[in-house]
């Protein structure tokens, strides 16, 4: 399930890759409790210090969040607009376009 990113990054860096990894592929939803410090720290044969500067990463960044004696658990993703393409980008244009003239057409007929 969990897969390492960049060797040659920090290793703090690794984990905070990889939890975003997990996140972003859908393999850890909101609310999902992330393993413990100990269990990451074996995981990544890393100290447990290390493993609590990621933590605090990814609670910075927003991705997780932490509840004292229960774990930290993937947080809800706030509703964000997702990254358009061109094409979709010009259909957007396109819409307004013909929105604007409809409205301008039914002020014309009904006064609005």
Do not use: C
Request: no cysteine; net charge positive; aromatic share 8%.
């Amino acid at each position: 399930m969990w897969f390492m990113t960049d060797q040659f990054a920090q290793p703090y860096q690794r984990i905070v890759e990889d939890v975003r990894d997990q996140i972003r592929l859908g393999r850890l939803r909101p609310d999902d409790k992330l393993p413990s410090t100990r269990e990451l720290a074996n995981h990544y044969k890393l100290a447990p210090g290390t493993v609590q500067r990621a933590l605090g990463e990814l609670r910075s960044a927003g991705l997780i969040y932490s509840h004292q004696g229960k774990g930290s658990f993937v947080r809800q993703a706030p509703p964000s607009e997702p990254s358009a393409s061109p094409e979709v980008i010009k259909l957007q244009t396109q819409i307004s376009a013909l929105t604007a003239r409809l409205e301008r057409v039914e002020q014309a007929l009904f006064g609005t």
